[in-house]
């Protein structure tokens, strides 16, 4: 039986990007939205600990309007935030027990795993925890979701058969991108036979609004659909996948997201062969040709966050956020305890080791008046 037995349609609502009256989310207006979500028959609702708000917002607009029985709710565990005992951890789980007031969490996800923040869960014993509010009712399902190397996905799957689904990032602009490698780690989640929830579909509203290359390729080949449409169904369509998430912040991006996924269809051979012109054309854009091997990384004597600082470019480059370019070297280099290329010595050490042949000095300070 699919885990995700719960979920009527392919569609989630992410309540990471909720509208916003001031500093206040706006419960009306989320409201509103909720009602027409299950009115069209879907049930999944993706919130978490770590999105302000959002759980209290859920409880309000739904959990205290509708039966129990007729959504699912999934939250999530960032223990790598702020806690320092197991105590600390299991507290996330008991404030989204109150705050979502859902008596039950339907899918709880240990949140962002990869790189330095697995360990956070195992120090903390809460890949027993989730088994422990399995048996006590608490939770229906236990899964992950995760940010990193698909090697490092196969040895956690490995290490976790009792995982029963995996949440991953997926579309179509990051498929073949070396810095998300989302074709490789949605295959490993396919040979460990794991369900997949698909989060970031749209790329955090980015390919709702693709470089005109691609833009040009959608609307010549269907100029009634949304650019959104496109990657939603994308990653639906793709074997294994059971659950799309769309952060949804408006009620015309529902209507959108409605207008496609009420009545799903698998894109068809022809719409195949439009997505994958639509990547070639993206793939064509001239980008760093960083694959994040961090080679470079080992020989700085500056620790400057150089394959972080490639992203957040190649990002400004194909998308002209500058916004969304800003977060990602405030996530990849900052978070990462690195040093901004502005900081670069230019002593040419990283030069030597790159399997690329990236003039990384030259683009260091290209990213660096770029990003500054």
């Known amino acids: ?19 916003r009256d ?35 917002a859920i409880r309000q607009t739904l959990v205290e309007r509708y039966p129990r029985d007729r959504f699912t709710i999934a939250t999530k565990n960032a223990a ?16 989204s027990l109150r705050q979502t ?16 923040r697995t360990k956070f869960f195992d120090e903390f014993g809460l890949w027993d925890f989730a088994q422990e509010q399995k048996a006590a009712g608490l939770i229906r399902h236990a899964g992950f979701s995760f940010h990193s190397t698909p090697e ?48 970031e579909p749209v790329k955090g509203g980015m390919l709702a609004n693709p470089p005109k290359p691609a833009a040009d390729i959608f609307r010549d080949a269907a100029s009634d659909r949304s650019p959104a449409s496109w990657a939603v169904r994308f990653a639906a369509s793709l074997d294994g996948v059971v659950t799309v998430l769309s952060g949804i912040s408006t009620p015309e991006q529902m209507e959108d997201n409605l ?30 040709p960083c694959t994040s091997c961090n080679y470079c990384a080992k020989v700085c004597p500056a620790d400057i966050g150089i394959s972080g600082s490639f992203t957040a470019m190649n990002l400004l480059t194909l998308y002209g ?20 290329a502005s900081e670069c010595l230019r002593c040419g050490a990283c030069e030597k080791v790159c399997p690329q042949h990236i003039a990384i000095r030259e683009e260091l300070q290209r990213t660096a008046e770029a990003l500054k």
Not at 176 to 192: D, K, L, T
Not at 265 to 272: K, V
Not at 273 to 279: C, F, G, K, Y
């Open 1 to 19: 039986m699919n885990v995700l037995e719960g979920t009527a349609k392919k569609l989630g609502f992410g309540l990471m990007r909720l509208p």
């Open 80 to 95: 790598w935030i702020g806690c320092k005992t197991r105590e600390d951890a299991i507290g996330q789980f008991r404030t």
């Open 101 to 116: 007031g859902a008596g039950y969490i339907d899918y709880y996800l240990l949140h962002n795993l990869g790189e330095g």
């Open 259 to 288: 207008s496609y996924m009420e009545d799903f269809r698998p894109l068809s051979p022809a719409e195949r062969e439009t997505v994958r012109r639509a990547q070639e054309a993206l793939a064509a854009v001239p980008l760093i």
């Open 321 to 340: 956020s500058r916004e969304t370019a800003a977060g990602q070297l405030k996530w990849l280099v900052d978070g990462h305890g690195k040093k901004r």
């Open 22 to 56: 001031g500093e206040r989310i706006d419960l009306v207006q989320v409201g509103r939205m909720v009602d027409r979500f299950m009115a069209a028959g879907f049930t999944y609702f993706d919130t978490a600990w770590a999105y302000p708000g959002s759980e209290d």
């Open 152 to 199: 490092e996905l196969d040895a956690i799957l490995t290490a976790h058969p009792e995982m029963e689904f995996v949440q991953l990032q997926i579309n179509y602009a990051d498929w073949e991108n070396p810095a998300i490698q989302s074709r490789a780690c949605y295959e490993v989640a396919r040979r460990h036979g794991k369900p997949i929830i698909v989060m």
